[in-house]
């Protein structure tokens, strides 16, 4: 006795996105990962839906297939922690300026006997 098989697979709506498997009487269809099976098709799954897929300071972006987290200005490294832009010499300050470190930025203020918004500062002559 010889048994006839439909090969479902030849149907390129039955297995839209993925990969369809011809089984005896059946059909299989494998997702990439990334994705979900919803009816007859793979779709995309929005990983940046489900809750804390990023750190705190970071946007998720959604890809076909994959995401990726983007950390905020000021924020780096995998767990997008605050960088002190003071220690790494990143900020723009005056010379003649201190930089302090704040959360996700910094900020510049001139030195005594200097004026200015601590980007750019001035002798202040009226001091000396």
Same mark, same amino acid.
């Given at each position: 006795?010889?048994?006839?098989?439909?090969?479902?697979?030849d149907?390129?709506?039955?297995c839209?996105? &993925?990969?369809?498997?011809?089984?005896?009487?059946? +059909?299989? @269809?494998?997702? /990439?990962?990334? *994705?979900?099976?919803? &009816?007859? #098709?793979?779709?995309?799954?929005?990983? @940046?839906?489900?809750?804390?897929?990023?750190?705190?300071n /970071?946007? @998720?972006?959604? +890809?076909? =297939?994959?995401?990726?987290?983007?950390?905020?200005?000021? *924020? =780096?490294?995998? #767990?997008?922690?605050?960088?002190n832009?003071?220690?790494?010499?990143?900020?723009?300050?005056?010379?003649? /300026?201190?930089?302090?470190?704040?959360? &996700?930025?910094f900020?510049?203020? @001139?030195?005594?006997? *200097?004026?200015?918004d &601590?980007?750019?500062?001035?002798?202040?002559?009226?001091?000396?």
């Open positions: 006795m010889t048994l006839n098989d439909t090969n479902e697979c149907d390129p709506s039955t839209i996105g &993925g990969t369809c498997t011809n089984t005896i009487g059946n +059909f299989r @269809c494998t997702c /990439a990962e990334g *994705y979900n099976k919803q &009816g007859n #098709a793979c779709k995309d799954i929005d990983e @940046c839906m489900q809750p804390n897929i990023c750190p705190a /970071a946007n @998720c972006n959604n +890809f076909p =297939g994959l995401y990726n987290c983007v950390c905020h200005p000021g *924020y =780096g490294g995998a #767990a997008c922690n605050d960088i832009e003071c220690l790494e010499n990143t900020d723009n300050c005056h010379d003649n /300026a201190t930089c302090s470190n704040n959360e &996700g930025s900020d510049c203020q @001139c030195i005594q006997g *200097y004026t200015g &601590g980007t750019n500062c001035e002798c202040n002559e009226s001091l000396q």
